[in-house]
């Protein structure tokens, strides 16, 4: 049981950074200098990027344990 947490929040973790990483790279290159963006905007973005990578590790977790379970 305790392998199967430590597993599952492995899991999260790594899903997590992962879809951060892919996020903020992607902002970085939509980024035009000449463009001020709002700080609203930015706001928005953190957050954004904050939710949707919390919920690829929730999935990622998941996904390891459906495969663990079916093993």
């Not at 609203?40 to 590790?57: C, D, E, H, W, Y």
């Amino acid at each position: 049981m305790f392998e199967t947490i430590v597993g599952c929040f492995k899991w999260a973790v790594v899903g997590f950074v992962v879809a951060f990483f892919l996020m903020k790279l992607y902002e970085g290159s939509h980024i035009h200098d000449d463009i001020p963006k709002p700080d609203f905007k930015i706001r928005q973005s953190k957050r954004a990027a904050l939710v949707l990578s919390t919920f690829a590790g929730v999935l990622s977790a998941l996904v390891w344990l459906l495969v663990q379970r079916w093993g």
